[in-house]
T-cell receptor, first 112, second 114 residues
Framework: ETGVTQSPTHLIKTRGQQVTLRCSSQ?????VSWYQQALGQGPQFIFQ???????GRGNFPPRFSGLQFPNYSSELNVNALELDDSALYLC???????????FGPGTRLTVT | GENVEQHPSTLSVQEGDSAVIKCTYS??????FPWYKQELGKGPQLIID?????GEKKDQRIAVTLNKTAKHFSLHITETQPEDSAVYFC?????????????FGKGTKLSVIP
């Protein structure tokens, strides 16, 4: 059974640019949640997708958007990047919306 | 919204000793409390969890206790080993549509000294 995978591993972008991060959920899981983890902090919830629909959103501006595909993989898009967007972006998948969440290794985004 | 506080922020123990990390939560509707271990450069790994209808759960050297009345829960690691060194996060989750996100504490850096 394949775990949660994320790509790319690392990414460097310039302020104002746009970025797309990708996540493949664990086999059989239909729910994906995205979190942002700043250095030295706990992960903060961005949003959750359940069966291709957004199923809850944290306190992040609209320039953070996402998609979930029919195979339940997911994308996180961030527009108009700011320096404070530099963080580890984590994807977690779960069997369904109310089950245990299993995290991928994350994508380290640096905005310069 | 939910607020989770975690203490201590750093913890050093001798190999073989026990380690205890404590968390409090604010939302009495929260009903699921997982603990994650995060090693350097990796994503958080679920190590144990507890639901609000249970007071204690144990898995080998790791145990979690929950006090719903006081709204706090704790992670206990016995017979610590150097490979237990990592950052540990507690989290809380509610139930119902739109409430499935995990709210995390700020983490505890555990160092096990050989």
């Amino acid at each position: 059974e394949t775990g949660v995978t994320q790509s790319p591993t690392h990414l460097i972008k310039t302020r104002g640019q746009q970025v797309t991060l990708r996540c493949s959920s664990q086999s059989g899981h239909n729910t994906v949640s995205w979190y942002q983890q700043a250095l030295g902090q706990g992960p903060q919830f961005i949003f959750q997708y359940y069966r291709e629909e957004e199923n809850g959103r944290g306190n992040f501006p609209p320039r953070f958007s996402g998609l979930q595909f029919p195979n339940y993989s997911s994308e996180l898009n961030v527009n108009a990047l700011e320096l404070d967007d530099s963080a580890l972006y984590l994807c977690a998948s779960s069997l369904t919306e109310d089950y245990e969440q299993y995290f991928g290794p994350g994508t380290r985004l640096t905005v310069t | 919204g939910e607020n989770v506080e975690q203490h201590p922020s750093t913890l050093s123990v001798q190999e073989g000793d026990s380690a205890v990390i404590k968390c409090t939560y604010s939302d009495s509707a929260s009903n699921y409390f997982p603990w994650y271990k995060q090693e350097l450069g990796k994503g958080p790994q679920l190590i144990i969890d507890i639901r609000s209808n249970v007071g204690e759960k144990k898995d080998q050297r790791i145990a979690v206790t929950l006090n719903k009345t006081a709204k706090h829960f704790s992670l206990h690691i016995t017979e610590t080993q150097p490979e237990d060194s990592a950052v540990y996060f507690c989290a809380a989750k509610g139930s119902g549509a739109g409430s499935y996100q995990l709210t995390f504490g700020k983490g505890t850096k555990l160092s096990v000294i050989p």
